[in-house]
Structures are given as C-alpha cells and as structure tokens.
T-cell receptor, first 115, second 115 residues
C-alpha cells in the first residue's frame, strides 16, 4: 500500500526566505506526483504536476523536483511571501493496477510566512 | 469557466440523521471522484464514477455511505444514520477524460459536523 509522508508537518519562516518542503512515497510505481495548495474554505489548488518521466517542473517562484527511484519529491518556494501561507499537500498517482485514478495524499505541511 | 462546486459548504447535523452532499462537476467532465479529509490528514479516496457508472466504491467506509450520479453529471454522496466519526471535509473532484489518467480538479468541499 502506498504511503506518502510530508516533512515538516509545520514550518514558520520570515518573509523573503527560500524554503523547501519534502514529500516521500513508499512505492515508486507512480504515474505522476502533484503538489496542491489548500486554503481554509477553498478547494485544493493544483500547483505543479510532475510526470514520472520528468525530473522537475517550475511555475513562477515554485519548483518541484522528483526522484522516483528514491521515492522523493521536493517543493522549493523562492522569496516567500505572506500570501504563500497555506497547507501544501503532496499526492501521488499509481502507475499500475486497475485503480490508477486514486490519488494518495500526504498529511500536508502547514506553512506560515511572517511579514 | 466555472469550477467544481459543492453544496452545502457547511452542514451541521445531529447523530442519527441522514445527510446528502452534492457535487456539480466541471461541465463536460466525465469522471467524478469523492474524497474524505479528516482534520490534520490528507484526503482519502471514497468512490469514482465514469459517466453515470460507479466504477469503484472501495473507499466507502461502510454501508451507511452511498453515492450516485444518475445522469452522468451531478453526484450525491449520502450518509445514513450519521455518527460523530463521520465529521470531516468531503471533497469532490472531476476530470475531463474518459480514461483514468485525467488531472483531477477539486471543489471547495463540504464541512460536515455531526453533533
């Protein structure tokens, strides 16, 4: 059974700092990995989706990397801003089997960026 | 265009009552998913529809939970005889393709509280 772990569970940083969120997964047979942002009262917003054949994806100040063989992904946020404060979730999609639509999520990292 | 919508956004009910949660997917999306997210956890898969067919209900916790999508669009998740342990955020997602690999877009969720 796939297990996804996110470290740290919570992180508080001053504005302007660069930071890294970590995600690890136990089964490397994944189709893709996705990073989501969760804001209170809102849905999950997809930030970056990395296919299993890719090593990284970038969007603005965000960069996500994937090392499928070691079961790890990182989300790098450059020059953090208070508006980045949210919970960040990592989710993997399996590559094999009849249930390859099921996303398995980690518990998330609660990020607080202080002005 | 409009995203996935869910109603009600918040529901407080007394133990033993039945509740119905509604999901309106993105127009034209053929696949629909329900997830449940407990406080401090990531979303967990409940069930999956392709058009009106319920393809997978393996994540439904017990027979008090059921879901339908009779016309292949709007879906309803029903919980009978609610219990306090059913309190959670219920999230719906939809995807565009008829295959299981379409990217899932999430709605804002319904926060269910059973007192």
């Amino acid at each position: 059974k796939q297990e996804v772990t996110q470290i740290p569970a919570a992180l508080s940083v001053p504005e302007g700092e660069n930071l890294v969120l970590n995600c690890s997964f136990t089964d490397s047979a994944i189709y893709n990995l996705q990073w989501f942002r969760q804001d209170p009262g809102k849905g999950l917003t997809s930030l970056l989706l990395i296919q299993s054949s890719q090593r990284e994806q970038t969007s603005g100040r965000l960069n996500a990397s994937l090392d499928k063989s070691s079961g790890r992904s990182t989300l790098y946020i450059a020059a953090s801003q208070p508006g980045d404060s949210a919970t960040y979730l990592c989710a993997v999609r399996p590559n094999s089997g009849g249930s390859n639509y099921k996303l398995t999520f980690g518990k998330g990292t609660l990020l607080t960026v202080n002005p | 265009g409009a995203g996935v919508s869910q109603s009600p956004r918040y529901k407080v009910t007394k133990r033993g009552q039945d509740v119905a949660l509604r999901c309106d997917p993105i127009s034209g999306h053929v696949s629909l998913y329900w997830y449940r997210q407990a406080l401090g956890q990531g979303p967990e898969f409940l069930t999956y529809f392709n058009y009106e067919a319920q393809q997978d209900k393996s994540g439904l916790p017990n027979d008090r939970f059921s879901a339908e999508r009779p016309e292949g669009s709007i879906s309803t998740l029903t919980i009978q005889r609610t219990e306090q342990r059913d309190s959670a955020m219920y999230r719906c997602a939809s995807s565009s393709t008829g295959t299981s690999r379409g990217e899932q877009y999430f709605g804002p969720g319904t926060r269910l509280t059973v007192t």
